[in-house]
């Protein structure tokens, strides 16, 4: 889903015991994400790409206010739906554009042919056709994680948590079924997004008062770890 117009995005470390707490008070009020699997939540695998001075790493680590960053993305393990997405930042805002790509497109950018974008022809494959050209980008590192959401209606509220961390700087992973093998461990994070507003009574379900708000890129971490 594109977000044209921009939502501010808040991201918190947290622990299991917050897992739990969270886990326990949101769907008194929320609902689940309508991609919930039985076991309550699902996995996400991201492919992010990033030129040769990691110039995306770098411009989120230093807190470069305008920034973007391009990745593929999949569910569950499973090439069936498989999606190009643009993520900038702006002005504190964040900004998401995507795209659906076929399992043999993505097999054949993988493999290095860069021209299977141009023949796609949306504009975002062109953008990061063009991109892959003038700024080198490559893909550079896979990020896999279990993922609960849940949404509220007012203030188009999405709430996330991210655990099970798991990393791989070998880009062929992308696309097996295999689980992704290097854990990151101990990191729970839990995002909240949403547009013009918060509601307090998500405000009040889920933000602890011991935990502050934070930076976290998982990419980063994948790159750091």
């Not at 699902?42 to 990033?50: A, E, G, I, N, Q």
Request: one cysteine or more; charged letters at 30%; glycine letters at 4%.
């Amino acid at each position: 889903m594109d977000e044209p117009n921009g939502r501010h995005e808040l991201k918190h470390y947290i622990n299991y015991a917050d897992v739990l707490e969270i886990r326990s008070r949101l769907p008194c009020v929320a609902r689940s994400d309508k991609n919930a699997s039985g076991a309550g939540g699902y996995r996400v695998r991201s492919l992010y790409f990033d030129n040769y001075n990691d110039r995306a790493l770098r411009e989120k680590v230093d807190g470069v206010d305008r920034r973007e960053k391009f990745r593929l993305r999949l569910y569950n393990s499973s090439a069936s739906l498989i999606r190009l997405e643009k993520k900038s930042r702006r002005n504190g805002l964040s900004f998401k554009e995507s795209t659906a790509i076929t399992a043999e497109e993505c097999r054949r950018l993988l493999a290095g042919d860069p021209s299977v974008l141009k023949e796609n022809g949306s504009p975002l494959c062109l953008e990061l056709y063009a991109k892959m050209h003038y700024q080198q980008l490559r893909p550079k590192s896979i990020v896999d994680y279990w993922r609960e959401a849940y949404v509220y209606p007012a203030g188009n509220v999405r709430v996330t948590l991210d655990y099970d961390l798991r990393t791989s700087c070998s880009i062929d992973d992308f696309l097996s079924p295999e689980p992704i093998p290097l854990p990151i461990p101990g990191i729970y994070i839990l995002e909240v997004k949403y547009d013009s507003f918060l509601p307090e009574i998500i405000r009040g379900l889920v933000f602890l008062s011991s935990r502050r708000s934070t930076a976290f890129s998982k990419y980063a971490a994948s790159r750091l770890f």
